[in-house]
């Protein structure tokens, strides 16, 4: 592998559906450059610190990827050059894994299985006239690749982050519908929790949204509790990761006056939330019991409620989501100081629930098309 150095990459974030735009700006803040928004992705430009700062820091990204080729391709010659133009050996060693995934959409390209095999036959010649060799052993490190091809529109990429980044390492075992990470911490930062806040979560399930909470509120990247796909390259220093690591800890929130206030029906849901949270860092912020929703009261004087409740699709059926819906309406009433964040896939929530909400915004739990309905008036 020759390598680049620290010169600027070209990257890209995939992203669930509607997290676009707080990934966007939380890139910038991160101090990415070029940073450009498109449907479930955001791409941005940074050196190697900005590959290894994104995968430590990143609270809504699902993966960081460097984008080593983006072209148009409508044939299968057209989409073996386009790769083939890329210096390859620039990223992967002559003894290096580099297994090939993706998906198609709407391409005239739709094989997913021989576009596949294009692009590793492609990369393949592309190394064996690099270093010279004809046959490539692929045992050392894995370097995965992702394309994408969107409207004859092609990205390979190269995963840089390994498990997707919502794996942050703090929940092994889950609840049967638990909310992915990535979305949890966007709830939160659409409700604009801060470190002085109360946070809530009624329908608390394996504790992710509380767990997300209290890392965002106090500072604390996500990412420090695992390892990354690049941290086996040779591409990027040792002694960079351990750097990201020192000033992303030297960032976080000391002594704050967050809070977060959980409660489920469920004794073992309860059970699961603590021991996430102390795997994840944050159990001195938790108080958390079982209860059910009829029996929800404020415990401070502000508060900041997000919940994803459970739902017909997920784990009730509709008739008891929707009474569900309805107790809710009753319990979270119009505060000085309080505002209130419910995910729901129910296009009638707030008929069931018994207000508008004040703002809306249309998002992705898993497959599910949701709404999060927010109360802030």
Known sequence: MSGVGNMPYHLAAPCLF???????????????????????????????EMIVRANLCSRFAERILIAAARFTARSFTELFDGVNAVSWSDYIGSNDAFPVTGHC???????????????????????????????????GAVHQIRFSIIKDDVLVAIDTSGAGLHKRGYRPVSNAAPIRETLAAALCSFSKLR??????????????VLTEG?????????????????????????SLWQRERERAKSLEKKDTDFIAFGSDISPQCVKLTLENAERAGVSRFMRVKAADISDFEPQSENGTLV???????????????????????????RRRGWSFGVISPD???????????????????????CRYYMYFK
């Open 18 to 48: 509607g997290l676009e735009s707080p990934l966007a700006e939380e890139l910038r803040q991160l101090g990415a450059q070029n940073v450009s928004a498109e449907n479930g992705r955001v791409f941005f430009d940074g050196g190697e």
């Open 105 to 139: 959409v709407s391409s005239a390209l739709h094989s997913v299985p021989d576009c596949q095999k294009i692009i590793k036959k492609s990369i393949a010649v592309s190394l064996s006239r690099s270093y010279g060799v004809e046959r490539l052993p692929e045992g």
């Open 195 to 208: 470190h002085y806040h109360a946070l809530y979560d009624p329908f608390c399930g394996s504790g992710t």
């Open 214 to 238: 209290a890392l965002l509120a106090n500072n604390i990247a996500p990412g420090l509790g695992r390892r990354f796909a690049a941290d086996e390259w040779g591409l990027v220093d040792g």
């Open 307 to 333: 919940t994803n409740p459970p739902y017909g699709e997920r784990m009730l059926d509709t008739a008891e989501a929707q009474r569900i819906y309805g107790v809710m309406g009753k319990k979270f009433l």
């Open 347 to 369: 296009e009638e929530f707030e008929a069931f629930f018994g207000r508008k909400a004040d703002k809306t915004r249309k998002l992705y739990n898993g497959m599910l098309r």
